[in-house]
């Protein structure tokens, strides 16, 4: 294994720790959420995504916070609306 290779493989693992923490940097929620540094920028500046700026200028975002950001506007799969309907049918029944 070179040196290159070790690098890299250092880099990672120094990302997936940074993930353990509660509070991330800017750098460290792009990587996180996949979203990338300009566009992350746009959110905050335009208020779309919550974020801390304790001291009007580092931007921190609290992981719980960021995950349910991410997780909003929830889709059923196609399983889960057919699952629905056949359990609103089934209570509904007239007898």
Same mark, same amino acid.
């Given at each position: 294994?070179?040196?290159?290779? +070790?690098? *890299? %493989?250092?880099? %990672? +693992?120094?990302?997936?720790? !940074?993930?353990?923490?509660? $509070?991330? &940097?800017?750098?460290? !929620?792009?990587?996180? &959420?996949?979203?990338? /540094?300009?566009?992350?920028?746009? #959110? &905050?500046?335009?208020? *779309?995504?919550?974020?801390?700026?304790?001291?009007?200028? $580092? +931007?921190?975002?609290? /992981?719980?916070? #960021?995950?349910?950001?991410?997780? %909003?506007?929830?889709? *059923?799969? /196609?399983?889960?609306?057919?699952?629905? !309907?056949?359990?609103? $049918?089934? *209570?509904? @029944? @007239? $007898?």
């Amino acid at each position: 294994m070179n040196n290159l290779e +070790i690098e *890299k %493989r250092l880099e %990672r +693992i120094e990302k997936l720790l !940074a993930f353990n923490k509660r $509070v991330l &940097t800017f750098d460290e !929620a792009s990587d996180y &959420t996949g979203i990338s /540094k300009s566009y992350l920028y746009k #959110l &905050t500046s335009d208020n *779309k995504i919550p974020f801390s700026k304790p001291n009007g200028k $580092v +931007i921190f975002f609290e /992981k719980e916070k #960021l995950e349910n950001w991410l997780l %909003r506007n929830h889709r *059923k799969s /196609k399983q889960e609306t057919k699952d629905e !309907a056949l359990s609103y $049918v089934l *209570k509904n @029944k @007239k $007898v």
